[in-house]
């Protein structure tokens, strides 16, 4: 398949709303390979539709490939049905962002809800950092970015931070 260049912050497509997939999910079969080729070669755990410019409601995920066997994830029009309660801090990286990560605060424990490269419906509760994961992926369909779950300061010190580029 194909490595496709990953849009990086500011692009403005990385903040729209993407569009509902709905059923038809044969003709994304070479962009959701494409999509993992991606993720693999950058090298990340996630990779949303509009890091890529496919402005539909798309993610592929694969939080475990890092420490041994791959568990790759499609999530076409997720939604999340139910949540912790309790929010818990975690460092995050984005590959439209480079070079930067954040903490950021999101529940601990997610039920998602999608669709699958098949077609099929699919539920499941994720916990860790496959829930941390998948909310940063489903982010990205909502047009947020990791800077946008930062609080005004921290958001300006990274914003900073990312237009310096990497020290030298």
């Known amino acids: 398949m194909a490595v ?10 990385l903040s729209t709303v993407c569009s509902p997939v709905g059923a038809a999910v044969a003709p994304l079969q070479e962009l959701i390979a494409d999509m ?3 993720m693999y070669a950058a090298p990340g755990r996630g990779l949303a539709g509009p890091q890529v410019g496919a402005m539909q409601r798309l993610f592929v995920m694969d939080v475990t490939w890092k420490e041994g066997a791959r568990s790759p994830v499609v999530m076409i029009d997720p939604e999340i049905l139910d949540r912790s309660p309790e929010l818990v801090t975690g460092e995050e990286g984005c590959l439209s962002i480079p070079g930067i990560t954040a903490d950021v605060a999101r529940p601990d424990w997610v039920v998602m809800a999608w669709t699958d490269a098949t077609g099929a419906r699919r539920q499941e509760r994720l916990d860790g950092f496959a829930a941390r994961c998948a909310q940063h992926e489903l982010d990205h369909l909502d047009g947020r970015v990791t800077f946008d779950r930062l609080t005004p300061t921290a958001r300006a010190l990274a914003e900073t931070r990312y237009q310096q580029g990497p020290a030298s």
């Open 4 to 13: 496709l260049p990953i849009l990086k912050w500011p692009d403005p497509r």
């Open 36 to 38: 993992f080729d991606t």
